[in-house]
């Protein structure tokens, strides 16, 4: 058995991930182990050990780091069309012991210099038969999500992006997926971590079966101005590409981009996805007012659909700050396998003059 070289996640002084790779949509197998041209498990079930050295076993970094890993089960369908097993099964105990111990391990380690999360392969000829992974253990780390513009990484979208590519898959720097190499360190698709598109292809090519399911999903980033990366809504856009304002006048058109996903396994047509401004909290909710109506269909397997929408303040509005959002399927006339998914806040307030 081979000890590869190593995957480095991210920089420790900025906020998004050089995380593990898939292609334009798509999804591109890693090529780690020698001799290869495409490296995966060949069983269809990866089981990880969490340090409790480095994590309690009853601690909140613990728990969301065996979260993360849960998302890509495909057990139970979140993942429709695939086999793959994801699941935590057991501890390790040892300090430092995820580098060559015969099991897939996470673990904390000083990675000064060198990233944020770091993953290492080892191989049996073309197949990948441990791989580790460790967290940096300066820094500031968030067991959940912080705040937009709150300094720090969150444990989860990192975990899960480091599982991606202990599966077998490189970066795609192609779309706004959790393998996206410049995909920020603290941000879901929605509310919350998910298996995003690209991934989900990957998945079902290198782990397939003949199940079937669907899943609509709305994302809480885009493609912004650096070729690749991914920004936040709204993004103030100089590069020709639409101003996503976060402050207008009552009566005023603004413009947004939010990116829907199709993660199930069939085309779902005329979608109905709404956008609303809160009046009052930071919640969503369909009894927020709405800007804007559309009825997009949205195939699997493809690249996000993320059209330029104008939408109207109401001229009535009263000045003062809101939050606008939106919501796929708002009647939940789409039964999902994850529900969970469906909404998505912007990443700050809005204001009305």
């Known amino acids: 058995m081979s000890r590869v070289k190593s995957k480095c996640v991210g920089s420790l002084g900025v906020l998004g991930l050089t995380l593990a790779a898939l292609g334009s949509l798509g999804w591109t197998q890693d ?33 969301t780091i065996n979260q993360a890993g ?37 673990t904390a380690e000083d990675l000064s210099g060198i990233g944020i999360a770091l993953t290492q392969y080892w191989c049996t000829g073309a197949v990948i038969t441990e791989c580790d992974i460790a967290f940096h ?34 970066h795609d720097n192609g779309s706004e997926d959790l393998l996206n190499s410049l995909y920020p360190s603290w941000e879901p698709i929605g509310d919350r971590v998910s298996i995003s598109e690209g ?3 990957g998945a079902r090519s290198a782990y397939s079966d003949s199940s079937t399911g669907t899943d609509v999903a709305v994302a809480a980033m885009r493609f912004g101005d650096t070729p690749g990366k991914t920004e936040f809504i709204p993004f103030w856009n100089t590069g020709g590409g639409p101003q996503e304002a976060f402050a207008a006048w ?27 401004l809160s009046v009052d909290d930071s919640h969503i909710e369909t009894s927020d007012v709405v ?4 009825t997009p269909s949205i195939t699997p397997n493809s690249d996000p659909y993320c059209p330029e929408r104008t939408l109207t ?14 919501i796929i399927d708002p009647a939940d006339a789409i039964s999902e396998t994850i529900e969970a998914n469906n909404l998505v806040r912007d990443a700050q307030q809005f204001t009305v003059y």
């Open 250 to 276: 009552a009566g005023a058109n603004i413009v947004r981009a939010y990116c829907l996903h199709n993660l199930g396994t069939t085309t779902q047509s005329n979608v109905t996805f709404k956008v609303y």
């Open 31 to 63: 090529t780690e182990c020698p001799f290869s041209t495409g490296d995966v498990y060949t069983s269809s079930t990866f089981t990880f050990n969490i340090s409790t050295n480095d994590f309690s076993g009853t601690g909140t970094a613990y728990s």
């Open 199 to 201: 991934s989900r292809t």
């Open 137 to 170: 253990n300066g820094g500031t780390w968030h067991p959940d999500l912080p705040e937009y513009g709150e300094s720090g990484w969150s444990r989860r979208p990192v975990m899960a992006h480091e599982v991606g590519h202990c599966l077998g898959f490189d």
């Open 291 to 294: 800007l804007g109506t559309f």
């Open 313 to 326: 303040i109401p001229s009535g509005t009263v000045p003062g700050a809101y939050w606008i959002g939106a």
């Open 70 to 106: 849960n998302y890509w089960d495909g057990f139970g369908s979140p993942i429709p069309g695939t086999d793959l097993e994801v699941a935590k099964v057991g501890d390790c105990n040892v300090e430092n012991g995820a580098w060559g111990d015969g099991y897939e391990s996470v």
